[in-house]
Every structure is written in C-alpha cells, then in structure tokens.
C-alpha cells in the first residue's frame, strides 16, 4: 500500500516555473514507477511524465519536453516534476501516481494515486 501527497501547485505567470513534489508513505516506494499526470476540467488525464524505480529511465510527454523534468529521491520517499517554461495550457490539476510495471503513459495502469494540486498558468 502507497498513499501520496502533492505539493508545490499554485499561480504563476506565463514563462514562470515550479515544483511539484509527491511525497510517498510506505517502505516499497523505491520499488515503483512513479508519474505525474494533469487532469484539466472536462477532459481525460493526460500523462505528463514517469521515472523508474531506480531512476534510470524517465519519460516525458511530447509536450512538455525540454520544458519538464521528472526527478526522485528514494530515501526521501519523494519524486519531483519540475516545470519550466509554463504555459497558460498547462494550467490543470496535477496528480502524482505510483505502479509497479517498468513504464506506461495509460492512467488506467497504476495503482495508486495522490489528491492532485493544482497548477494555474495566467497569461
């Protein structure tokens, strides 16, 4: 069992940056694929990024490439979405989200989920 917590949301200006934070309970965390996901209203949530339990691999969306960067610290129980370079789109809720698979961008596929934070992005 995994329960997650974000952080780090708010109000930022169009160029603006910030971070996201998840912090994870249980001893298991180092051995999930964690990812962030946004969720704005009337629409699917959309995945964002994902990083392996060891943080060899991590993965991005097209979208926010070279704009984003997925980062964790396992001895912290704690995994990070640093957002550079925001958008007025980017502008939704955000959740972080845990599973035990090497990687997948389908939401359907993980396990557990954080309360969401949300990221508004004023122009």
């Known amino acids: 069992q995994v329960q997650l917590a974000e952080s780090g949301g708010g109000l930022v200006q169009a160029g603006g940056s910030l971070r996201l934070s998840c912090a994870a309970s249980g001893r298991a965390f180092s051995t999930y694929t964690m990812a962030w996901f946004r969720q704005a209203p009337g629409k699917e949530r959309e995945f964002r990024a994902a990083i392996t339990w060891s943080a060899a691999r991590t993965y991005y969306a097209d979208s926010v490439k070279g704009r984003f960067t997925i980062s964790r610290d396992n001895a912290k129980n704690t995994v990070y979405l640093q957002m550079n370079s925001l958008k007025p789109e980017d502008t939704a809720v955000y959740y972080c989200?845990?599973?035990?698979?090497?990687?997948?961008?389908?939401?359907?596929?993980?396990?557990?989920w954080g309360q969401g934070t949300q990221v508004t992005v004023s122009s």
């Open positions: 989200a845990a599973w035990r698979g090497e990687y997948t961008a389908y939401a359907g596929a993980y396990d557990y």
